[in-house]
């Protein structure tokens, strides 16, 4: 049996933030802006995802077990994605300036400048955190934290994890304890996350005991993957709509 709702945790990337630009034209700007190098912005968006999943494999949740820091991580993924993309590595004085890119880029991505929160997000932690403990559950590293106060966002959370300071990540249902703990909670049925990605927040958390929503913003999407009315989303202020909430919400006009 379901207890009270008393915990409500959301993933950060693509479910409160997401970047202004594509990862090939940030790269791109400061690629050709500062170092001359050119390549098609199309490209690094092909090549990124592939080089993350690989690199992921190799050395998960951003290096954290093997002692590797996060702006060494991603250094070895920039290097591989814009190589994959046609930028000749063999060339010293261009090995040189891809590296001095990463360390840009590193710096870039910790700013609010690529970032922008997502519409709806405010209103939406404004109406829970009123009546629940709000906290954020991400596979991130330690910039986050910095970039979550940076953009005004602290306030809505009781606590925010990461997954590389945490030592564990989506879908390991250790970081979803975690939540419970620092929470001060024991109840998982008590708790519910939302997040975008089906597999490490939505399964994920119905996996660790949790309440569960799917932030699914396509209707394509979401026809592919049915679920129950009450356990998929396409805004964040839908969430006040659930009979989750059963005391109901006082939602702003």
């Known amino acids: 049996m379901m207890s009270r709702l ?8 693509n479910t409160i933030l997401k970047t202004k630009r594509s990862i090939g034209q940030e790269y791109l700007d400061i690629f050709s802006t500062r170092f001359g190098i050119q390549f098609e912005s199309a490209r690094v968006d092909q090549e990124f995802p592939k080089v993350f999943k690989s690199m992921w494999e190799i050395h998960p949740n951003f290096g954290a077990a093997a002692g590797i820091s996060a702006r060494e991580w991603w250094a070895t993924v920039v290097r591989a994605t ?20 990463s360390d840009v880029l590193f710096d870039h991505y910790q700013t609010p400048a690529p970032w922008t929160v997502i519409e709806s997000s405010r209103m939406a932690l404004s ?15 330690e910039r986050l934290t910095g970039l979550v106060k940076e953009l005004d966002m602290q306030k809505y959370f009781d606590f925010v994890i990461l997954s590389r300071t945490a030592g564990f990540c989506k879908p390991d249902r250790q970081i979803f304890n975690l939540a419970l703990e620092k929470a001060g909670e024991t109840d998982a049925t008590s708790a519910l996350h939302v997040g975008d990605n089906l597999t ?17 913003r396509d209707e394509t999407e979401r026809a592919t993957y049915p679920l129950d009315a009450t356990e998929v989303v396409a805004d964040l202020m839908d969430l006040t709509k659930l009979p989750l909430f059963s005391q109901g919400l006082a939602v702003p006009p």
């Open 6 to 13: 008393r915990l409500v945790t959301f993933d950060i990337m």
């Open 82 to 101: 814009v190589e994959n993309a046609g930028v000749d590595m063999k060339d010293a004085k261009t090995f040189d300036d891809v590296s001095k890119a």
């Open 127 to 141: 109406v829970l955190k009123k009546q629940y403990k709000i906290g954020a559950i991400s596979n991130f590293d």
């Open 200 to 216: 490490l927040d939505y399964k994920a958390a119905k996996e660790a005991g949790w309440n569960a929503v799917w932030l699914c």
